[in-house]
């Protein structure tokens, strides 16, 4: 593979409230040749926390969903290459200077996906649907955008080719069943939007069917069994995300029909 000059790299962040998390991230993002953080006015010491690093940008803007949220952040990227991460996201030493090594080839890919091991409470979880689990982090602004009919969860669209990475992120989404708990219940009503556009109207199967399948699918199909007490939990709040979405989903529906 040819090399070519060493590219220039902007590492982009968005947070909420994510002052056990901001410091390591930033950390993390060191290397990179511009941080911008774009906080959505987070009412705990994030801004501060980001604010006191020197080499980050951040700029406060309202939250009103995801694929938003990153979209302006991407916008305001100087540099052709990309790298998005989550505040609760880790990267190694290895997975560092990949991303640098992989942007320095003349012949790369438009974007990258990255495999992430995902942590319960300090351990990784093995099993429960996340053994496969994966994301585009590493991309070019001017090849990439995320979907604005995905809210949660959100898709970005790339055109050109897309390879993966070797290394993986280390995703410390779960610290404990409160947290956790109240992210799976926000991701829930956020979700309310996209049924919206979809026009769908909920029902028995909706209720009960589609949640039941969640669990079922991620406990017995994705092996969350092998995971012991983590499986349940993990599996019981994945599925609890899709209930509140269609209870939501019914309520907004029938203030509109009032």
Same mark, same amino acid.
């Given at each position: 593979?040819?090399?070519?000059?060493?590219?220039?790299?902007?590492?982009?962040?968005?947070?909420?409230?994510?002052?056990?998390?901001?410091?390591?991230?930033?950390?993390?993002?060191?290397?990179?040749?511009?941080?911008?953080?774009?906080?959505?006015?987070?009412?705990?010491?994030?801004?501060?926390?980001?604010?006191?690093?020197?080499?980050?940008?951040?700029?406060?803007?309202?939250?009103?969903?995801?694929?938003?949220?990153?979209?302006?952040?991407?916008?305001?990227?100087?540099?052709?290459?990309?790298?998005?991460?989550?505040?609760?996201?880790?990267?190694?030493?290895?997975?560092?200077?990949?991303?640098?090594?992989?942007?320095?080839?003349?012949?790369?890919?438009?974007?990258?996906?990255?495999?992430?091991?995902?942590?319960?409470?300090?351990?990784?979880?093995?099993?429960?649907?996340?053994?496969?689990?994966?994301?585009?982090?590493?991309?070019?602004?001017?090849?990439?955008?995320?979907?604005?009919?995905?809210?949660?969860?959100?898709?970005?669209?790339? =055109? !050109?080719? *897309?390879?993966?990475?070797? $290394?993986? @992120?280390?995703?410390?989404?779960?610290?404990?069943?409160?947290?956790?708990? #109240?992210?799976?219940?926000?991701?829930?009503?956020?979700?309310?939007?996209?049924?919206?556009?979809?026009?769908?109207?909920?029902?028995?199967?909706?209720?009960?069917?589609?949640?039941?399948?969640?669990?079922?699918?991620?406990?017995?199909?994705?092996?969350?069994?092998?995971?012991?007490? =983590? !499986?349940? *939990?993990?599996?019981?709040? $994945?599925? @609890?995300?899709?209930?509140?979405?269609?209870?939501?989903?019914?309520?907004? #529906?029938?203030?509109?029909?009032?």
């Amino acid at each position: 593979m040819i090399l070519s000059e060493k590219q220039p790299l902007t590492a982009l962040v968005i947070t909420y409230n994510e002052e056990q998390n901001i410091k390591t991230v930033l950390d993390h993002l060191a290397f990179a040749d511009e941080i911008i953080v774009v906080d959505s006015y987070s009412s705990d010491k994030t801004f501060e926390i980001a604010t006191s690093f020197q080499n980050v940008k951040v700029v406060q803007r309202k939250f009103d969903n995801f694929a938003s949220q990153r979209n302006f952040a991407i916008n305001l990227a100087t540099n052709s290459w990309i790298l998005f991460m989550d505040a609760d996201e880790r990267l190694t030493a290895k997975l560092q200077d990949e991303i640098v090594y992989i942007i320095s080839l003349k012949n790369s890919a438009t974007a990258y996906f990255m495999y992430r091991t995902f942590m319960f409470k300090g351990r990784k979880l093995h099993f429960s649907g996340w053994q496969t689990d994966k994301i585009i982090r590493l991309f070019k602004k001017e090849n990439a955008f995320y979907n604005h009919e995905k809210i949660v969860h959100e898709k970005l669209i790339v =055109k !050109g080719e *897309i390879g993966k990475l070797r $290394n993986k @992120l280390t995703h410390y989404s779960y610290s404990n069943y409160e947290d956790y708990k #109240k992210k799976m219940i926000l991701y829930g009503q956020l979700k309310v939007q996209e049924e919206l556009q979809k026009k769908t109207n909920p029902n028995f199967f909706h209720f009960y069917i589609r949640p039941a399948y969640q669990f079922l699918n991620q406990y017995i199909v994705r092996l969350g069994i092998l995971d012991g007490k =983590k !499986g349940i *939990i993990i599996c019981y709040l $994945n599925a @609890l995300s899709v209930a509140v979405r269609f209870r939501e989903l019914k309520k907004v #529906k029938t203030l509109k029909q009032q």
